[in-house]
């Protein structure tokens, strides 16, 4: 069974740097790509960058040079280095990752908030 575990939110002031960090704590399928996105409030939910299983990756304009996305397959496991953070990004952020046969699963979201 899949099941997606976000850790590494929280509070940070502007220019500051956060981890994030994905597993899927069962490790029964390999996924094929791996993502994040994230939600501020009343905006819709936006990609903000993905990997692919041969380590590809893609990112929004809004992050290029500041965040990057990497995994680790054998522990199904996908992070995001987020640097020199603005308010901007201050939203809830959602790990996707999306498996052969059986589709995509979304973990519930781990808060980050820039803020001073």
């Known amino acids: 069974q899949v099941q997606l575990v976000e850790s590494g939110g929280g509070l940070v002031q502007p220019g500051g740097s956060l981890r994030l960090s994905c597993a899927d704590s069962?490790?029964?399928?390999?996924?094929?790509?791996m993502g994040w996105y994230r939600q501020a409030s009343g905006k819709e939910r936006e990609l903000v960058a993905s990997?692919?299983?041969?380590?590809?990756?893609n990112y929004a304009d809004s992050v290029k040079g500041r965040f990057t996305i990497s995994r680790d397959n054998a522990k199904n496991t996908v992070y995001l280095q987020m640097n020199n953070l603005n308010p901007g990004d201050t939203a809830v952020y959602y790990c996707?990752?999306?498996?052969?046969?059986?589709?995509?699963?979304w973990g519930k979201g781990t808060l980050v908030t820039v803020s001073s």
């Open positions: 996707k990752m999306t498996f052969a046969f059986i589709g995509d699963y």
């Open positions: 069962g490790r029964i399928f390999s996924s094929i790509t």
């Open positions: 990997i692919t299983n041969g380590g590809s990756p």
